[in-house]
Nanobody
């Protein structure tokens, strides 16, 4: 199981960025897929996730209405779209996967300690 996040960069406040998480060695439908971020000096937090099987989506309150997450099963890739970015969104963003059905729920979000993690991609929001 491998995950590769990409698409990070420098963006101005109010701007948009689309990240990618390419998965290999497993099928997206069989796993919960989580997106996390860790800002400098802060704890890692769950941003969004797909539940396994039915692919329902959770968004953290901090990003609700600004971030959306989609997936292309044919490419085995997940795409977080981040709009109206704010300086507080500056962080390293990670994708993760876990086969457990409880690894993502629409009420609580992604399990903090998923089994498989990709390398992060840095997003910097600054003018």
């Amino acid at each position: 199981v491998q995950l590769q996040a990409s698409g990070g960069g420098l963006v101005r406040p109010g701007g948009s960025l689309r990240l990618s998480c390419a998965a290999s060695g497993f099928t997206l439908d069989d796993y919960a897929i989580g997106w996390f971020r860790q800002a400098p000096g802060k704890k890692r937090e769950g941003v969004s996730c797909f539940t396994s099987g039915d692919a329902r989506i959770y968004y953290a309150d901090a990003v609700k209405g600004r971030f959306t997450i989609s997936r292309d099963n044919a490419k085995n890739t997940v795409y977080p779209q981040m709009n109206n970015l704010e300086p507080d969104d500056t962080a390293v963003y990670y994708c993760a996967a876990d086969k457990a059905p409880w690894a993502c729920t629409v009420t609580v979000g992604p399990l903090g300690e998923m089994d498989h993690w990709g390398r992060g991609t840095l997003v910097t929001v600054s003018s």
